[in-house]
């Protein structure tokens, strides 16, 4: 992960609606006056300087609620909605000096997206849908076939190739979804809320089924969602949004244990502690003097390894030695240690 | 908020008593001034003859053009014309018979089948295969320009603000006046009819691709987009398809107002088509006839909607529910028709239906009615009189002079006139009392109207009234487009054509809307009903107006009551649909809480889906209001006194300016009238929170 040069790489990004939407950039203002001037003027600030990077590979994850702009946001990236100002990088090119054919180019290729309701051809089979981007690069027929079938095969829905949208689960048309948006092999994909419409035992499935695609495949990835239980789950990095802004950016364990603000913290609030904080978070707390060498006869658990994982463990030795992945030691932890760091993060 | 909203129902209240004060000076001084009465015909302007001299000069100037193009389209309309009538029968029933297989399955097949059979039989082919060819080149053209006209209209919001309004026109302004223009510029022959056909069939095209378009789901074109799909492909690859089923729809609209359309041309003649052929047999009285010739419109029509329809839905449809290929079927119709094709060379009864074979009963038909009227003719006699003595007189001219001991067996005596007087006042205040002022006024409004009668209500008052009424409904725009209108028929002394008109046409529709929402309300009620009413609604809408005149001709003759029932026939069906289908989808939930909260079925009936109905069963009025003004113009026919009629003398004189004139009078009424009930009803969802 090298953040110097980012797959990806958002710079004070804008978008506002109304008549007389690009007036507002003609002069340079700061973010808050610049916010208050769009709204005296009765416009919607929907995206407000939003700045953001994601290295290759990683899944960053934008939750927000409902008119936070986290929509406007992934549109803007490719393009769907023309911002007002600032940088969109991929690959260190600005895609918003894009022009209308590059751009066509661009999504042909390199971008891949993801919709909330699937927008999926009604007139289209499994196979034409997802053989559809392929087609419109004029790709030969028996090309387009085979590729589309690795797709769908890898999705796990062969054997309905020929059934229409309207024939399929809700679940199953979101794989469709997810196999166009693959189809020709994108290096950033874009995934808009992909799971909010379907149901809560789907939704959970699919997320794991997200995973082992990107297991598999090692995307950069934007995934948006409302979910902050799904935003834990599957991100390496979260930005929460609020407003048209991004309050806080950081691991899911770091927005847990350090949420920016009051309204970070209300999303935190219901988190199952267990699951987020860490062995390493939990040693942080423990006074660095007290650590020395490594007790003998003491399990031994990584770093990453959250309460819940090693709870089982912790009950039968009562202290545990905690190392890095490379194996060093960090220090122990007891039960003591553990009560302390959860009473911590339920109080506050 | 609160008092503002009081300061409005104040208002209006006050509107109303200004009105009827207004109403009531003038209706009391009828005999002070002429021009109370009469709109004097010194204030009026010559419209009619300015539109004439206009279009005399764009016909000495732009005629040439349009001949060019009616000589163009002579060319493919001659060759579908000469192909179908030289194509011998049996060919043309197998191919028929193929697409319509293909369409809708084996029972399309075996109606279509029937339907050929029956036109071949009874000696009608040449005359069918006539109006079909008139179809067939009619279509394809108002499907193309109607699919580009409302492409640009989806592309463009000024080219949108453009075509809206014109759409308006075209579907609002009658028949008969579209065919004066056309007949001048286009001269005569059934390439007019064709063209005439082309241009009505466009709006539902128009209107069903902007539709279509806009309701492409946004995140399916931004898939494409996202796909990199080129603007081209964006559009036929993801927008087109996507909105095809609402498109086709769009095709199957255009079909059958195409052959409505080609039906009603007859009238200028010279086709020779099966309309001329119900038109010329209707004008003898020779009802056996013209009653076979209407069955094989009929037919004609029911297998166009049924076929379009087809294809319609079958796009919807999965595609393996076909056992059959499509190009199977298709295939084997093909091979049927080239061999009976190869056949008729040698047998001469394949090429040309024989004579000797030709079924038709027209006398035997005409037989039986000249019994039954003969029989029967003291019933329907009195089932006529009663309803122009006791429904239709009152109120055109009032009850002060229907009451008469010829009509009702006794004269108004002042008593009788006292106790009308007291009756609807403490009707008013009871109504009023009970529902609020707004009832208390519609009471008097029809007390008064019912009194002195539609017609001879003071001009004055009568824009008073309905520009209030609209005003009220619907806003200051809606109030001023009902003043322009009625201007209109002012200045053009086209008025008292105009409210005769308005009154028959009012008549018809308040007994259709009564007896179309109460059978809707049983429909809603049970589905055995609802079964039943379907198919005859279908019937009924899909059928060409001419033939809804003839059973009603052959029993009550030609006159004002014929019409009012052909009106009734025609626009009850919109009053049906729409209430079932208002009652019967209330948000189930609301059902659900209703039933939870202990509501006998009646009570949900009445408390809960009725009132959640108001919108929808509203824009059933509408539609059953734009119903009746369009059998209003067909019904001139066989007798009407009004606009209606006044546009069909002039298209018999083929005086445009009179035409026009007489056309636009009832458009502004159709316009006004929608624009107030779409108003109320728009008002209404928003009441009730339905999107």
């Known amino acids: 992960m090298s953040s110097d040069n980012p797959k990806l790489r958002c710079r004070g990004l804008w978008k506002v609606y109304g008549p007389n939407a690009s007036h507002f950039f003609a002069q340079s203002h700061d973010k808050e006056s610049r916010i208050k001037t769009i709204r005296d003027s009765s416009h919607i600030p929907a995206v407000c300087d939003v700045s953001f990077d994601v290295p290759e590979g990683e899944i960053f994850v934008i939750m927000g609620l409902s008119g936070s702009g986290k929509s406007t946001v992934i549109r803007c990236l490719s393009r769907l909605i023309e911002p007002e100002s600032g940088t969109i990088l991929l690959d260190g090119e600005n895609l918003l000096e894009k022009s209308k054919d590059q751009m066509i180019e661009i999504r042909r290729r390199r971008v891949g997206m993801v919709f909330q309701h699937f927008g999926l051809l009604p007139h289209q089979t499994v196979l034409g849908n997802v053989a559809f981007p392929l087609k419109i690069q004029g790709l030969s027929i028996s090309e387009q076939t085979n590729r589309a079938q690795q797709m769908i095969d890898l999705v796990g829905l062969n054997g309905r190739e020929q059934s229409y949208p309207r024939e399929l689960s809700g679940g199953q048309q979101q794989r469709v979804g997810i196999a166009r948006s693959l189809a020709s092999d994108p290096e950033l994909w874009l995934l808009d809320e992909p799971f909010s419409a379907l149901d809560p035992l789907i939704r959970r499935q699919m997320q794991d089924e997200f995973l082992r695609l990107q297991k598999l495949l090692n995307k950069t990835i934007v995934f948006i969602t409302h979910d902050f239980l799904e935003a834990l789950r599957l991100a390496d990095r979260i930005a929460i949004m609020k407003d048209g802004a991004i309050v806080q950016i950081g691991t899911p364990a770091e927005l847990v244990s350090n949420p920016a603000n009051d309204y970070v913290a209300e999303f935190t609030r219901d988190v199952p502690k267990l699951k987020i904080l860490t062995a390493g978070a939990v040693l942080s707390e423990v006074n660095p003097q007290k650590i020395s060498a490594p007790l003998e006869g003491n399990p031994t658990i990584e770093n990453t390894t959250t309460i819940d994982q090693f709870l089982p463990i912790l009950i039968r030795s009562e202290t545990l030695n905690v190392a890095n992945n490379a194996g060093d030691y960090l220090g122990s932890i007891s039960v003591l240690d553990v009560l302390k760091k959860l009473a911590e993060e339920t109080i506050s | ?691």
């Not at chain 2, 002429?34 to 010194?42: G, I």
């Not at chain 2, 107006?545 to 006159?559: E, K, Y």
């Not at chain 2, 014929?562 to 069906?573: E, G, K, Q, R, S």
């Open chain 2, 1 to 691: 908020m609160n008092s503002l909203h009081q300061r409005k129902e104040r208002f209006s209240l006050f509107a109303w008593v200004a009105v009827a004060i207004f109403g009531s000076v003038f209706l009391f001084q009828r005999d002070l001034a002429d021009w109370v009465t009469q709109y004097p015909e010194a204030w009026t302007l010559p419209a009619a003859t300015w539109a004439n001299i206009g279009m005399d000069w764009f016909v000495d100037h732009f005629r040439w053009l349009f001949r060019a193009i009616s000589w163009l389209l002579t060319w493919p309309m001659d060759a579908i014309l000469g192909l179908l009538t030289w194509l011998p029968w049996p060919t043309t029933i197998s191919l028929f018979i193929g697409i319509a297989f293909v369409a809708g399955g084996w029972p399309l097949a075996l109606f279509t089948l029937f339907a050929l059979l029956y036109m071949v039989g009874i000696g009608y082919w040449t005359e069918s295969m006539r109006t079909l060819a008139l179809v067939a080149v009619s279509v394809p053209l108002s499907v193309l320009v109607g699919f580009g006209l409302g492409v640009s209209a989806w592309r463009s919001e000024r080219a949108n603000r453009l075509v809206q309004p014109l759409l308006d026109l075209m579907q609002t302004v009658p028949t008969f006046a579209y065919l004066i223009p056309i007949l001048l510029l286009f001269g005569f022959g059934p390439v007019v009819g064709m063209i005439a056909s082309a241009i009505y069939a466009c709006p539902p095209m128009v209107r069903s691709t902007v539709l279509g378009l806009q309701r492409v789901p946004e995140e399916t074109v931004e898939s494409g987009i996202m796909s990199g799909a080129s603007s081209g492909q964006l559009f036929w690859w993801v927008r087109f398809p996507s909105a095809l089923p609402t498109i086709l729809v769009g095709v199957n609209q255009s079909t059958m107002a195409a052959l409505s359309m080609v039906i009603i041309a007859a009238i200028i003649g010279s086709s020779a088509d099966i309309g001329w052929e119900v038109l010329s047999t209707m004008r003898r009285a020779n009802f056996g006839e013209s009653l076979l010739a209407g069955i094989v419109v009929a037919l004609i029509a029911m297998l166009l909607d049924r076929i379009t329809r087809g294809f319609a839905q079958d796009n919807q449809r999965s595609k393996r529910a076909f056992s059959l290929s499509p190009r199977l079927i298709l295939g084997i119709a093909g091979a049927t028709a080239l061999s009976f094709l190869l056949l008729s060379l040698s047998v001469t009864e394949l090429s040309e239906f024989p004579d000797q074979w030709v079924f038709y009963p027209a006398a035997q038909i005409n037989a039986a009615i000249l019994f039954f009227t003969v029989e029967f003719g003291a019933a329907l006699d009195q089932i006529k009189n009663g309803f122009l003595f006791f429904f239709l007189l009152p109120l055109r001219i009032g009850l002060e002079n229907t009451i008469r001991p010829f009509t009702w067996g006794f004269d108004l005596t002042l008593t009788m006139k006292i106790s009308y007087l007291i009756a609807c006042v403490s009707l008013s205040l009871l109504g009023g009392y009970r529902y609020g002022w707004r009832v208390a006024v519609a009471i008097g409004i029809a007390t008064v109207l019912l009194y002195f009668g539609i017609e001879r209500m003071p001009w004055p008052a009568m824009v008073a009234l309905l520009v209030t009424l609209a005003w009220q409904a619907g806003g200051t725009r809606v109030g001023l487009f009902t003043l322009a209108g009625l201007a209109f028929m002012l200045v053009t002394g086209v008025w008292s054509l105009g409210v005769r008109s308005l009154y028959l046409c009012f008549a018809a529709v308040l007994v259709s809307f009564i007896i179309g929402g109460s059978l809707g309300i049983w429909a809603s009620q049970s589905d055995r009903v609802s079964r039943l009413v379907r198919p005859i609604n279908d019937t009924l809408q899909t059928m060409p107006l001419f033939v809804l005149l003839i059973p009603i001709l052959m029993f009550f003759q030609v006159g004002e009551f014929t019409a009012f029932l052909a009106i009734i026939a025609y626009a009850i069906v919109p009053a049906i649909r729409y209430t079932e289908h208002g009652l019967r989808h209330v948000n189930n939930e609301v059902i659900e809480a209703a039933i939870a909260s202990g509501c006998t079925p009646l009570q949900i009936l009445w408390q809960v889906r009725l009132p959640l109905a108001i919108p929808e069963i509203m824009l059933g009025l509408n539609q059953t209001i734009m119903f009746g003004l369009a059998m209003l113009i067909i019904a001139a026919l066989v007798g009407t006194q009004g606009l209606g009629q006044a546009v069909y003398v002039a298209l018999g004189q083929a005086n445009f300016g009179e035409g026009l004139v007489a056309g636009l009078g009832i458009a502004f009424i159709a316009m006004s009238a929608d624009r107030i009930i779409q108003a109320v009803s728009a008002g209404k969802k928003r009441a009730l929170g339905i999107k």
